[in-house]
């Protein structure tokens, strides 16, 4: 195998239960660079859960999460992110009574900090010349430059999803994950959204992952798609294929909310 054709995320049989529910269900996938694979699935289906136990918000009752190759199934949820699984977090992450460039600065200073003493720390950020031009280059990428000095609980819920892409660019993680990123904009602010993934992915060979409901954004993105279904992995392929299976338009797509 090449290195190029090596996984940089796998699940093995990955399980959780809550009492006598199997909420996801001994899933196995490879997630490969460069390619973006949308998680899609009626609701209730396991999507959420699923990348809580990659990103280790939820510990798994059984299987293995693999991070270019090593397990890190018992490892929390700080660690994996400075190991470079980065999750936008449908907003909880954010600070509401700092600015959007305070926001982002701290993510930037967060990612500088990870396998650095605190003497190259302070040495590398001792004019902050570095640190607020770092920062300010992640808000022009998500266009919110222009409202760096205002308070994020002043934001409306569309600026509030793109500092929070910034925020994760910022970390400059391996592995991207998305839970429904364009939720709550407006018709204006989602291209923005779409565009930046679109070339996030490929810049810097990314590993992208994304839950997502709607049909229009899926099409757009995906170079696969995975289906879970009562927890389990009912489909994986390019979207055509997944798209076009029986098992998909019965479990998913055949119902009109989604289609
Ligand atoms: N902490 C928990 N305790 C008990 N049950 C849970 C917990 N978290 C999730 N579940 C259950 O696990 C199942 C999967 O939920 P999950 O939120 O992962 O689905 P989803 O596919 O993300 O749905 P949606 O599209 O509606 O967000 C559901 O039946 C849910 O009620």
Same mark, same amino acid.
């Given at each position: 195998m090449t290195p190029a054709a090596m996984p940089s995320l796998s699940t093995r049989e990955l399980s959780i239960r809550f009492g006598g529910h199997v909420a996801v269900d001994q899933v196995s996938?490879?997630?490969? +660079?460069?390619? @973006?694979?949308v998680i899609v699935g009626p609701n209730g289906a396991g999507k959420t859960t699923y990348f809580n136990l990659i990103s280790g918000q939820l510990p798994a009752s059984s299987g293995t999460v693999l991070l270019d190759g090593a397990d890190i199934t018992?490892?929390?949820?700080?660690?994996?992110?400075?190991?470079g699984i980065g999750r936008a977090f449908q907003l909880t992450n954010l600070f509401p009574h700092l600015t959007v460039a305070e926001n982002v600065r701290l993510a930037v200073q967060s990612r500088a900090g990870a396998g650095m003493n605190m003497?190259?720390?302070?040495?590398?950020?001792?004019?902050?010349?570095? &640190? !607020?031009?770092?920062?300010d280059y992640y808000l022009e990428r998500v266009s919110m430059a222009s409202r760096r000095d205002t308070r994020v609980?002043? @934001?409306?819920?569309?600026?509030?999803?793109? &500092?929070?892409?910034?925020?994760l660019l910022a970390l400059e993680p391996a592995v991207m994950m998305f839970d429904? +990123?364009?939720?709550?904009?407006?018709?204006?602010?989602? +291209?923005? *959204? @779409?565009?930046? !993934?679109?070339? *996030?992915?490929?810049?810097?060979?990314?590993?992208? &992952?994304?839950v997502e409901h709607k049909m229009d954004v899926v099409r757009s993105l995906a170079d696969r !798609? !995975?289906? @879970?279904?009562?927890?389990s992995l009912v489909a994986d392929g390019n979207p055509a294929e997944v798209m076009a299976s029986p098992i998909v338009q019965q479990a998913y797509?055949?119902? +009109?909310?989604h289609a």
């Open positions: 996938a490879d997630f490969y +660079p460069g390619t @973006l694979t018992r490892h929390g949820a700080a660690r994996r992110t400075a190991l003497r190259s720390m302070l040495t590398r950020w001792s004019s902050h010349t570095d &640190l !607020i031009v770092r920062a609980m002043a @934001l409306s819920h569309g600026d509030k999803r793109k &500092l929070e892409v910034a925020i429904e +990123p364009t939720a709550g904009m407006s018709v204006d602010e989602v +291209p923005v *959204v @779409l565009d930046l !993934i679109h070339q *996030v992915k490929a810049e810097r060979n990314r590993t992208i &992952l994304l !798609i !995975i289906v @879970l279904h009562n927890g797509l055949g119902t +009109p909310e």
